[in-house]
T-cell receptor, first 117, second 112 residues
Framework: AQSVTQLGSHVSVSEGALVLLRCNYS??????LFWYVQYPNQGLQLLLK??????LVKGINGFEAEFKKSETSFHLTKPSAHMSDAAEYFC???????????????FGKGTKLSVKP | DAEITQSPRHKITETGRQVTLACHQT?????MFWYRQDLGHGLRLIHY???????NKGEVSDGYSVSRSNTEDLPLTLESAASSQTSVYFC???????????FGPGTRLTVL
């Protein structure tokens, strides 16, 4: 069975500081991995996704994530935080081309990012 | 522009009533999903559909049902609403099973 663990339900950084949001996954098949962002009172928006091509994935708004198979991790980073980055971030895994419920996403519990001026 | 919409955006109902939440997408996507979002749980899959007349149960399907009579719509029905179903509900769609899922704006449901 697949699962996702996001370390830290709440992360606070200063404006201009590095953002690091942690995600570890469990999957018995090669995974597809996603990061979504949710702004207050809105739906989820895709930040980036990994689908077994390059291990370093660049997304929107300056975010990127690195797939590390040996660590079963897919941490999200951004070199310099902006106030507008304050939101909740969700990591998700799917079985991609494998498994009976192909494409179904399993979400982590989310990490709320606060950015201090 | 193609989009995915949900209605109503907010709903208050009473325990025991039947409630239907609408989801409509104009991308012509085959796959549609319903999730609920609760504090501390992230998003959990309720039901999903891979095409017309196809429906499947997700992780938390008890008390919910869906039907898929056309490509564009996947309504979610709570047969007899319970206070435990107070939540924010999100609909999503994707072109293929491995493609990105696009989310609607959500429906906040309160069951009193």
């Amino acid at each position: 069975a697949q699962s996702v663990t996001q370390l830290g339900s709440h992360v606070s950084v200063s404006e201009g500081a590095l953002v690091l949001l942690r995600c570890n996954y469990s999957s018995s098949v090669p995974p597809y991995l996603f990061w979504y962002v949710q702004y207050p009172n809105q739906g989820l928006q895709l930040l980036l996704k990994y689908t077994s091509a390059a291990t370093l994935v660049k997304g929107i708004n300056g975010f990127e994530a690195e797939f590390k198979k040996s660590e079963t991790s897919f941490h999200l980073t951004k070199p310099s935080a902006h106030m507008s980055d304050a939101a909740e971030y969700f990591c998700a895994v799917s079985s991609g081309d494998y498994g009976g419920s192909q494409g179904n996403l399993i979400f982590g519990k989310g990490t709320k990012l606060s950015v201090k001026p | 522009d193609a989009e995915i919409t949900q209605s109503p955006r907010h709903k208050i109902t009473e325990t025991g009533r039947q409630v239907t939440l609408a989801c409509h997408q104009t991308w012509n996507h085959n796959n549609m999903f319903w999730y609920r979002q609760d504090l501390g749980h992230g998003l959990r899959l309720i039901h999903y559909s891979y095409g017309v007349q196809d429906t499947n149960k997700g992780e938390v399907s008890d008390g919910y049902s869906v039907s898929r009579s056309n490509t564009e719509d996947l309504p979610l029905t709570l047969e007899s609403a319970a206070s435990s179903q107070t939540s924010v509900y999100f609909c999503a769609s994707s072109r293929t099973r491995t493609d990105t899922q696009y989310f609607g704006p959500g429906t906040r449901l309160t069951v009193l």
